[in-house]
């Protein structure tokens, strides 16, 4: 079943009405939007398009947007979705740039900000725990996981060099996996 472009829009213009708190409260989104409502790809790729989409440049629901929908329809779905998911917050954020500064010190919208940021950590720990379901699968994952955390935390290492250094664990666990899957 082919889907149309603008039934890929309207999801991604729903996602970004709803998304608050930035990329990484996006997963337990899209989870619901394309996996389980309407089954568009698996979990597994989901989970991928993310890790993928954290370590691009520029904006995480961006990027992700743009993955889902090329899956989808190519290069017209990743357009479908990257405008999609831009759409509600450039109309937002058009319609109360000059009166921003003015709402941000009212009573209210204190109140307001203050009450969303306790979803906003609900939907990142709900994305920290799906992420460590799919990230974590052995222990040498979780060994791998512990080392370059302590060095984050204890040693001040910055992510970059951790972020390398996975890719290149990742690379030679697999192959040595791999020859030993032919071997057996």
């Known amino acids: 079943m082919k889907i ?41 790729e989901l989970v991928d398009y993310y890790a993928i989409s954290q370590s691009l440049p520029g904006i995480i629901a ?19 979705a ?8 450039f109309i937002c954020i058009a319609s109360i740039s000059s009166i921003i500064a003015q709402i941000i010190d009212w009573t209210p919208t204190k109140s307001i900000l203050w009450g969303v940021e306790f979803g906003v950590i609900i939907l990142i720990i709900s994305s920290v725990q799906e ?18 955390l302590a060095a984050i935390l204890k040693l001040n290492i910055p992510p970059t060099p951790i972020i390398i250094s ?3 664990i990742g690379i030679a666990y697999n192959c040595i996996i791999s020859k030993r899957g032919k071997e057996l």
């Open 166 to 168: 996975s890719i290149f």
């Open 82 to 89: 990257t405008v999609g998911i831009i759409t509600a917050p």
């Open 131 to 148: 992420l460590w379901n799919k990230a974590i699968p052995d222990k040498f994952s979780l060994c791998i996981f512990l080392i370059f």
């Open 62 to 80: 961006a990027n992700i947007s743009i993955f889902v929908g090329y899956k989808l329809r190519g290069k017209f779905g990743a357009l479908a």
């Open 4 to 44: 149309s472009l603008w039934d890929i829009y309207k999801v991604f213009t729903k996602i970004g009405l709803i998304l608050i708190g930035g990329g990484y409260v996006i997963l337990p989104i899209l989870k619901k939007e394309v996996i389980e409502d309407r089954n568009w790809i698996t979990e597994d």
